[in-house]
């Protein structure tokens, strides 16, 4: 069960709009407005699980300003990241695609708020083939994100990894600044955090990035495009291709 607390649909403050979420944002007006009476406001603290592995997920939770890892957990505890989902996207696509739950977890890695949708809504939805058309091809935009993942963690440097991660999480929140502590990465990337300290010192003797008492700011951009591997920009291409409607700015 999601261990998130939820204020029903009163918007708490600071929370931003459903909108910025940008999957909701592509939602023609008349399905918008449809929805937007059943969504629920949710705080989404750091660390907070949304689903744990083999349980049936109630709702389909779309962040706002908070991200969410979706976390491979062995049986020895050990765990590595599958893919990131921030204001894009939504978590828990197990619930439209027949499978109902997933092996995997779902864990935020950046604090803020989300809106959730009951699970029984949403499978409504899922038959009208506007949301069907939208809802597929984000989850094949996910699909891609999870290979590219377990592609670059055999094959890439972890300072590669790092800064394909810190990019990833970057496109999916506002502002050059994220919270999260080398423990939380090391257990996202599946790495030892001796490991990540080195890459983050490299990264930060280079200019890259700043990270201090669980805070990286990133000071150059361009440059950590430059430093990471192809797989980055391999998944971006692919959201911009499946989902070009999510760079709409709804007015």
């Given amino acids: 069960m999601a261990n998130i607390s939820h204020s029903r649909r009163t918007q708490p403050p600071f929370a931003g709009d459903p909108l910025d979420n940008k999957l909701l944002a592509a939602l023609p007006e008349q399905d918008w407005q449809r929805w937007s009476p059943n969504v629920e406001w949710v705080e989404m603290p750091l660390g907070q699980v949304v689903y744990e592995s083999g349980i049936t ?27 990131v989902v921030g204001n894009e996207g939504l978590v828990g696509i197990s619930l439209f695609m027949g499978g109902g739950s997933t092996p995997s977890r779902g864990i935020v890695q950046g ?7 009951a699970s029984s809504a949403l499978k409504d939805e899922f038959r009208r083939p506007v949301v069907l058309n939208l809802l597929l091809r984000y989850t ?3 699909i891609t994100q999870m290979a590219q993942t377990a592609v670059c963690n055999r094959h890439h440097q972890l300072d590669q990894q790092l800064c394909r991660w810190l990019l990833l999480s970057l496109d999916r929140q506002e502002g050059n600044e994220l919270i999260m502590t080398q423990e939380l990465i090391a257990n996202m990337l599946g790495v030892r955090r001796e490991g990540v300290t080195a890459a983050a010192m490299k990264l930060q003797k280079l200019g890259l990035i700043s990270y201090a008492r669980g805070h990286i700011h990133v000071h150059d951009r361009p440059g950590l495009e430059a430093r990471t591997c192809e ?8 959201y911009d291709r499946l989902l070009p409607e999510l760079e709409r700015i709804r007015h």
């Fill in 57 to 83: 997920m109630s709702h389909v939770y779309f962040p706002v300003t908070s991200i969410v890892s979706l976390l491979y957990v062995l049986e020895d505890g050990d765990s590595a990241e599958l893919a």
């Fill in 140 to 142: 094949q935009a996910l």
């Fill in 111 to 117: 604090a803020g708020y989300g809106v959730r949708l």
């Fill in 231 to 238: 797989c980055y920009d391999v998944v971006k291409k692919e």
